[in-house]
């Protein structure tokens, strides 16, 4: 139908979509006072479903040879995305979220205030997405943890290049032996490179317990980048999973809460772990043996940061 033809659809992601009126659109002051006679334009509910499928569905065929794929969109994974986004437009980039909110632990600031701190130097990034702030010296204070995460979220969902698969859990990881380390019936390889990742819907991730043949999808991608929080419920993911295939031999464990070591141990941690998979933000912690850092988010940004420009730098050789 005509209302669905209108979708230019680009390799490199979808189109961003027009918000441009074109002469005849209604403005909200037209619409005001004039409710009495209101009514929507018509549509038919297949028009709904086949607006959101062929999108999706598009979107999973684009994607399922990433470049990069961000594991977790909490404050480390949206940082690195959003620098991603900004300066390698022509990189796809898969962002894997298992919640249906992206965000992570960066809606509220600590015992669910609602402020947020940011110590020096991480304020720069701040500027850089025009999120307005307190300067109270050696730290920053923005008034509300939400008005950072959305405005960063907001960045993020508007680049081409990148999309966000939400309520998607990633359950395990692609591997490949490097050359080195050849395999053998009996052996794992000692060591390998992470070549990808195995998603499933987290509602599916959830009840591999109770339902069994529900296989997973996967994602190819020569990068992947891992910031998955700290060990819980569902973080450290990647990580504990180097562990379990033996490729590392144990995870330090993160340690209790000093702000002034951690935050510095978790920015320059950031690094590739193992070939083809850079670790940022607290799930670094597990593996560094790092302090956590409670309630203050500069390491988290700037881990993000660091991790993009380690990305980068792999992909640039
Ligand atoms: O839902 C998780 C969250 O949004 C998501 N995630 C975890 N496992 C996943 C998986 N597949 C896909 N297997 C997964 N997504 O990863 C996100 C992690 O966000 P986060 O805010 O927990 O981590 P972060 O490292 O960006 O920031 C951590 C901030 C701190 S510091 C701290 C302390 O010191 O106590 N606590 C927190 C929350």
Redesign the pocket.
């Known amino acids: 139908g005509s209302v669905t033809a209108a979708l230019p659809m680009k390799a490199t992601g979808g189109d961003n979509g027009t918000i441009k009126a074109n002469g005849v659109d209604k403005t909200i002051a037209e619409m005001e006072g004039n409710w009495d006679d209101f009514k929507f334009q018509p549509i038919r509910e297949s028009q709904v479903s086949r607006a959101m499928t062929r999108r999706y569905f598009q979107d999973l065929d684009t994607y399922a040879e990433s470049d990069i794929v961000i594991?977790?969109?909490?404050?480390?994974?949206?940082?690195a995305a959003y620098m991603l986004g900004k300066t390698r437009p022509d990189l796809k980039i898969a962002l894997?979220?298992?919640?249906v909110?992206?965000?992570?632990?960066?809606w509220l600031g600590g015992q669910l205030f609602s402020a947020m701190v940011m110590r020096k130097p991480a304020d720069a990034f701040l500027r850089e997405l025009s999120v307005p702030y307190e300067d109270e010296g050696t730290h920053v204070v923005v008034k509300h943890a939400a008005l950072f995460t959305s405005t960063l979220l907001s960045k993020v969902l508007s680049f081409p290049n990148i999309k966000l698969f939400n309520a998607?859990?990633?359950?395990d990881l692609i591997t490949r032996p490097l050359p080195s380390s050849p395999t053998s019936n009996n052996n794992p390889p000692t060591s390998l490179r992470i070549a990808g990742?195995v998603?499933n819907w987290?509602l599916v991730?959830r009840h591999h317990d109770d339902q069994s043949c529900m296989d997973p999808n996967t994602i190819n991608a020569p990068l992947t980048i891992s910031?998955?929080?700290?060990d819980?419920p569902?973080?450290?993911?990647?990580v504990n999973r180097l562990v379990g295939m033996q490729v590392l031999d144990r995870l330090k464990g993160?340690q209790g809460?000093d702000m002034n070591s951690?935050e510095d141990a978790?920015v320059r941690g950031t690094r590739e772990v193992v070939p083809g998979l850079i670790v940022?933000?607290?799930?670094?912690?597990e593996v560094d043996g790092a302090?956590?850092?409670?309630?203050?988010?500069g390491?988290?940004v700037l881990?993000?940061v660091r991790a993009a420009e380690v990305a980068v730098g792999i992909w640039e050789g």
């Open positions: 594991v977790g969109a909490g404050s480390c994974g949206l940082s894997i979220e298992s919640g909110a992206p965000g992570g632990g960066a998607t859990a990633v359950e990742v998603t987290t991730t910031t998955t929080g700290h819980g569902s973080g450290a993911f990647s993160m809460l951690a978790i940022g933000g607290m799930e670094l912690s302090n956590r850092m409670g309630p203050t988010f390491a988290m881990s993000g």
